[in-house]
């Protein structure tokens, strides 16, 4: 039986390396397969420098919380702190309008290997990264309304109100090539982009490195 998240945290925090190991290698592909749609040549580096910053910070895990999406909320100010570093527009880069395809002088990315697999990240990479980021979250990481909140820290109200906003965005850019019947509403959207988890979950797996 696997051991539940939390009963590794406290072992993890009473000093037991092997459970801090566990935790690591449990979430290492879904880390880097967060980094790999956005900014591929750095994902194990920032994959390396999220589960840092989780050591760092371990004791100041809420038990209330979820460790997924902690980690993810790690990532996606590591993912911030990249795209910074590496724009010429510092002081005006907005996360929730600028997206990887604005950043793509700044930011290396490689070509999918896969016709889906391109057009669908090409569509996503013209969404602003806040969008980009909501979304692969919901769709290929099963996150939840609340998951969601947690990791951009705001309101479930509001963060519905940002799903409201990209999903929209997300069938505009999607129109081109999709099926009518995926764009016709939510609910087909949300089936289609959940189908095609494979594309994205095959071209992405990486396994954690040896300790």
């Not at 590794?8 to 449990?26: H, K, P, Y």
């Not at 420098?49 to 895990?61: E, G, I, M, P």
């Not at 799903?163 to 995926?182: M, N, T």
Request: glycine share 2%; hydrophobic share 45%.
């Amino acid at each position: 039986m696997e051991v539940e998240d939390h009963a590794l945290i406290d072992r993890w925090r009473a000093g037991d390396n092997a459970a801090g190991q566990a935790l690591f290698e449990r979430y290492f592909a879904m880390i880097y397969r967060f980094f790999s749609t956005k900014c591929e040549p750095e994902a194990e580096e920032l994959t390396q420098s999220t589960f840092l910053a989780a050591v760092r910070a371990r004791d100041q895990f809420r038990k209330d919380a979820s460790f997924k999406t902690y980690l993810f909320a790690i990532a996606r100010h590591e993912l911030h702190h990249l795209l910074r570093t590496r724009s010429r527009k510092l002081d005006k880069l907005d996360f929730e309008l600028s997206s990887i395809a604005d950043l793509a002088s700044s930011v290396g990315t490689k070509l999918a290997r896969s016709q889906a697999h391109r057009e669908i990240v090409d569509a996503l990479h013209r969404l602003p990264v806040d969008q980009q980021t909501l979304l692969e979250l919901h769709y290929w990481e099963e996150l939840d309304i609340a998951g969601l909140a947690a990791v951009f820290e705001i309101s479930a109200q509001t963060m519905r109100a940002r799903l409201y906003r990209a999903r929209k965005a997300l069938r505009d850019q999607l129109v081109s090539f999709a099926p009518a019947e995926a764009l016709r509403d939510d609910e087909t959207l949300d089936q289609w982009m959940q189908g095609q988890e494979n594309a994205v979950r095959g071209r992405h797996i990486a396994a954690p490195p040896d300790s």
